[in-house]
């Protein structure tokens, strides 16, 4: 809707300066009093919600591109958008912030992280999928692998999920659920060196250095730079000659 109040349009102006200068507080404020005067104004209701997006006050924010919607329902799709770009971003945030506090082994804090991501999006498999290796990295592999399971339940076709769940079959000794699913990992993607490495470390492990080898020299035709996959190559050929 055009400005046509001359104290208003000075207001919008004033305003948009102290955005600008990333002053938001002093920029809702005289968006508050605006409002007052022109509460149907939807410019100043948009810019009301870029304030308080500044200040962290989302809720808020939200109730503004509402009235907006209120004021011009031809906005209630763009509002529908907005909300879902909005949501998109959170859950990225939780993802990324989730992902320095596992680096950090605050593992229960990030597993809240990936738990809000699940309500957002039940969906998200690398969410199910990290709360698992939260699980496996506290010691508690039983939910670790309900949790990878969660995450095959969405997506079956999902190679690092097998990896991670065979990592905490064969932390629990279960060595032949361990190779069944490092054989899934390969079997949905045979350039997946990971898959291979660890079956090699599993299949040492357990004395069979011919087969490991085979993982080893496997990892390092896709990943030549690998100094774990020739160290332990080495190893196996000690081994058996």
């Known amino acids: 809707m055009p400005v046509v109040n001359p104290k208003i349009d000075t207001l919008i102006k004033k305003g948009e300066k102290h ?7 002093d920029a809702l404020r005289i968006f508050d009093f605006a409002l007052k005067l022109d509460g149907n104004n ?16 989302v ?13 011009n329902p031809e906005k209630k799709k763009w509002l529908s958008q907005m909300r879902k770009n909005s949501e998109i971003e959170r859950c990225d945030k939780l993802m990324k912030d989730a992902e320095l506090l596992v680096a950090d082994q605050q593992y229960k804090r990030a597993m809240s992280n990936y738990k809000e991501v699940i309500k957002s999006d039940p969906t998200c498999t690398d969410a199910y999928m990290n709360i698992g290796i939260c699980y496996d990295l506290l010691g508690d592999y039983s939910s670790a692998i309900d949790f990878y399971d969660m995450a095959l339940e969405i997506f079956p076709l999902f190679p690092k999920a097998w990896l991670n769940k065979a990592i905490t ?12 699913c490092y054989g ?18 599993l299949l040492m492990e357990t004395g069979d250095y011919r087969l490991a080898l085979e ?3 496997k990892t390092l035709d896709i990943d030549p730079i690998n100094e774990n ?9 000690r081994a058996f000659n």
């Open 59 to 71: 809720d808020e924010a939200f109730e503004c591109l509402e009235k907006i919607a209120e004021i």
């Open 19 to 25: 955005l600008e200068k990333g002053q938001f507080e």
């Open 169 to 180: 079959y064969q932390n629990m000794r279960d060595f032949g659920m361990a190779l069944l």
């Open 229 to 237: 996959a020739k160290f332990n190559a080495e190893a196996c050929i």
């Open 215 to 217: 993982c080893f020299t």
């Open 42 to 57: 939807e410019k100043l209701w948009e810019y009301k919600s870029m304030a308080l997006n500044e200040l962290d006050r």
């Open 184 to 201: 899934r990992a390969i079997e949905l993607d045979r350039k997946y060196s990971p898959a291979y490495y660890n079956k090699g470390v």
